[in-house]
């Protein structure tokens, strides 16, 4: 029987001033130094990716950048952590925050997408987007528009037994209802998952 354990995470920060930071996971300690490398690249460059859209074309000074992250799965090889970062630019009416997340195998290094989580050629978008559009109903969520469906490359998340979807501000819901998020059973996806992949590792009952 093979034993895993969490990676082990430190936090580094950047900044750029005393109302300018941003804090962000670095994995250390892994016997797999590549897989270890990998995971690293990916979180500097997503933290920049996010850095940059803050500062982006906006004409306004940006006044004050606070970057942190939360992980939210670090078992069963599987590692899943989200990157959150608010801004708020000179005269703007509110701040605007933005999140991005990440989710390794922590073994190897590589890099989930959503469409890796699932049986190649499965129809995942509408199994997710119809488990998404029940919730929406029972939890009498107001929508700018009436929602379709998901991207095929939608944020997302793991969390222990559940895979978490979400929107970015203004993507299907006003400013003043945050980030809709939506939590979904890995039980109610068993037709669909790629078994060998992250998903296939939390649906074990063990």
Known sequence: MTV????SIKTEKVQGGPDIVFYYPVVHDLENKQAEHLMN????????QLINTLFGDIPTTLISMLGTYEIKNNQRDVLSLSLANYGYHDHAAHGMTYIKSLTFDSKTGQQ?????LFKPGSAYVGRLSQLIKEQIAKRDIFLLDDFKQIRPNQDFYIADKALVIYFQ??????????FPMFPISVYDLMEVINEEGPL????VNN
């Open 41 to 48: 690249r990916a979180i500097v460059n997503e933290t920049q």
């Open 169 to 178: 501000l203004y993507e299907i819901t006003p400013y003043a209802f945050g």
């Open 4 to 7: 895993s354990f969490p990676v």
């Open 112 to 116: 989930y997408q959503l469409a890796d």
């Open 200 to 203: 296939g590792k939390m649906a």
